[in-house]
């Protein structure tokens, strides 16, 4: 399933709601509906994708973001 959605969000191009990628893999049964957003926010916990203030999800380097981590120093620097 992880495969299908990062598939799917890479020939999209530009982030999708979640009903657009339900709709794009032909999902139609509960079950799999629930493991698919289930997999949506586990990728988005590992930073595979964003979700945006909208509720669309789409791949970081897609939405000219960058993967990592911040880490910033609270003294006081002369900068």
Same mark, same amino acid.
């Given at each position: 399933?992880?495969?299908? !959605? #990062?598939? @799917? #969000? !890479? /020939? *999209?191009?530009?982030?999708? &709601?979640? %009903? /657009? =990628? =339900?709709?794009?893999?032909? #999902?139609? %049964?509960?079950?799999? =509906?629930? /493991?698919?957003?289930?997999? +949506?926010?586990?990728?988005? /916990?590992?930073?595979?994708? @964003?979700?945006?203030? *909208?509720?669309? &999800?789409? +791949?970081?380097?897609?939405?000219?973001?960058?993967?990592?981590?911040?880490?910033? !120093?609270?003294?006081?620097?002369?900068?």
């Amino acid at each position: 399933m992880r495969e299908k !959605i #990062l598939e @799917y #969000l !890479i /020939k *999209a191009n530009a982030p999708q &709601y979640p %009903d /657009k =990628i =339900i709709e794009g893999l032909g #999902l139609t %049964d509960v079950s799999e =509906i629930k /493991k698919l957003l289930a997999v +949506l926010r586990d990728l988005e /916990k590992e930073g595979e994708v @964003y979700v945006t203030k *909208a509720g669309k &999800y789409g +791949l970081p380097e897609q939405m000219n973001m960058v993967r990592g981590r911040f880490r910033g !120093i609270r003294k006081d620097l002369p900068f």
